[in-house]
């Protein structure tokens, strides 16, 4: 059983950093694409970013340029780092995971950014 803990979450003002990680734990098979997602008050839970384990990565249109997904694939963790944050990036960010064909994911964190 995969668990996945994230860290990193808190209240921050507009224009301002974050970074967020995800370390996963007991895996047998290892981890294959590993993400962030986020979920705001009223809204269906979005793809922030996604990274597979040979680094390929991927973006929602609302955060790129501001927003690195990374991961070191010998600790099972992933990173994003969020710059130049706005208010409406406030969501619970929740990580997310595959070994094989079966998902995991965290118990989520907290983002929230005032303008």
């Known amino acids: 059983q995969v668990q996945l803990v994230e860290s990193g979450g808190g209240l921050v003002q507009a224009g301002e950093s974050l970074r967020l990680s995800c370390a996963a734990s007991?895996?047998?098979?290892?981890?294959?694409?590993m993400g962030w997602y986020r979920q705001a008050p009223g809204k269906q839970r979005e793809l922030v970013a996604g990274?597979?384990?040979?680094?390929?990565?991927n973006y929602a249109d609302s955060v790129k340029g501001r927003f690195t997904i990374s991961r070191d694939n010998a600790k099972n963790t992933v990173y994003l780092q969020m710059n130049s944050l706005k208010p409406e990036d406030t969501a619970v960010y929740y990580c997310?995971?595959?070994?094989?064909?079966?998902?995991?994911w965290g118990q989520g964190t907290q983002v929230t950014v005032s303008s």
């Open positions: 997310n995971a595959f070994e094989l064909i079966r998902e995991y």
């Open positions: 007991g895996s047998r098979f290892g981890i294959n694409k």
């Open positions: 990274i597979t384990s040979g680094g390929r990565t």
